[in-house]
């Protein structure tokens, strides 16, 4: 029986990076049956919407979904197209592992930790108005009840993988009431997970030990805005964007989507990395249940990486996007 996945090619590279993750994935031998669905910015036409209905209504028939990229213009236009999607379907986890791959040199080796970014509420709630012509103002929510399941899905996921550690992320010091309030809520679930070491650092701080010693680090937990930065970071510290990948996570549907952007001025170019996203897919084929395929595709991908004949601009080689999910497809075995 062949698995029904979603796939929502996005905006500017994400049909190409979607193409070149699908083919991988379908050459990995697990059966997809995709049932690809637009949104993006070319749905507002005839939609009025990037986000049509369909999409959503199919990721919940389907329970997952791989997406690319989505454009949300700045400073006009419609709310985030990502955010909305997030609320809509209640994917209340973004789950961003930053791990060494095997063959790609960076700066640090031996880098392993997840940032786990709550993606409901905070400074992304879309709560901001004007106050008069030279003000304006954005409301940051942040409840007991998003910040404690949060905070479970991080002891969840650290149990579940054998990790040590939870570190909870904040700024209590100065938003004494509403990071205030996740501080007190992450301290709560603590107490339920004796068997796992919590402690709990200042955002500004953890950006510089996170540079200084991320081999200190197992799973982070965090509001909405500081695990959109941090998250980069961490991408930063594993070989950037083109290599970062992630997921949304609720009680009932999944979906699996790379760190990065739809990188508008590549459009079309086959230039960019594909690995940000066949990495999501890996993800989703772990959440599957087919670890033997997940494992198979990674040793692919590292085998690509060591010889590095077949990379993008990013990690310093010719190949295009294309060519380099050929070259992996080739060292599936
Ligand atoms: P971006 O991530 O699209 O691109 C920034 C730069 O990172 C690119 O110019 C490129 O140099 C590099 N890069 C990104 N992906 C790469 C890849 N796969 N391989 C190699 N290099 C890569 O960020 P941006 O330019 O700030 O955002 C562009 C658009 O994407 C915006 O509309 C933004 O809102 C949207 N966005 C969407 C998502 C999402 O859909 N989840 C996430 C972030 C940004």
Redesign the pocket.
């Given at each position: 029986m062949a698995y029904k996945v979603t796939l929502i090619p996005?905006d500017?590279?994400g049909p190409e990076?979607t193409a070149a993750a699908r083919r991988v994935i379908d050459a990995s031998g697990v059966a997809i049956d995709w049932e690809v669905v637009e949104a993006g910015e070319a749905m507002i036409a005839e939609h009025g919407t990037p986000l049509p209905e369909s999409v959503l209504d199919s990721v919940r028939k389907n329970k997952i979904a791989l997406k690319g990229?989505?454009?949300?213009?700045i400073g006009k236009g419609f709310r985030?197209v990502?955010v909305t999607l997030r609320q809509e379907l209640d994917l209340f986890a973004c789950v961003r592992p930053a791990r060494t791959l095997p063959g790609l040199a960076t700066r640090y080796e031996n880098i392993d930790f997840i940032v786990v970014r709550e993606n409901t509420e905070d400074l992304y709630a879309g709560i901001e108005h004007r106050v008069g012509k030279n003000a304006a103002e954005t409301i940051k929510i942040i409840t007991r009840e998003a910040s404690e399941r949060v905070v479970r899905f991080a002891f969840e996921l650290a149990r579940r993988e054998g990790r040590k550690k939870v570190t909870a992320v904040h700024k209590a010091n100065i938003m004494k009431l509403t990071d205030g309030l996740f501080l007190e809520s992450a301290r709560t679930v603590a107490e339920s997970y004796p068997d796992i070491a919590f402690e709990d650092w200042i955002v500004d701080a953890m950006a510089m030990k996170l540079v200084q010693v991320p081999e200190n680090f197992d799973v982070l937990v965090m509001p909405n805005l500081y695990g959109d930065i941090l998250s980069d970071l961490a991408a930063g510290l594993v070989g950037?964007?083109?290599v970062a990948p992630g997921a949304n996570i609720g009680d009932e549907m999944a979906v699996f989507?790379?760190?990065?952007?739809?990188?508008?001025?590549?459009t079309g170019m086959n230039k960019?990395?594909?690995l940000?996203t066949l990495l999501s897919g890996v993800m989703m084929l772990r959440h599957l249940g087919e670890s033997e395929a997940a494992d198979r595709v990674m040793r692919a991908v590292a085998a690509v990486l060591t010889e590095k004949k077949a990379v993008?601009?990013?990690l310093g080689g010719t190949a295009g996007t294309s060519q380099m999910a050929d070259a992996i497809i080739q060292k599936i075995s």
């Open positions: 996005g500017g590279v990076i990229p989505l454009t949300t213009p985030s990502n950037g964007l083109g989507e790379p760190v990065h952007g739809s990188a508008p001025k590549y960019v990395n594909p940000a993008t601009y990013d």
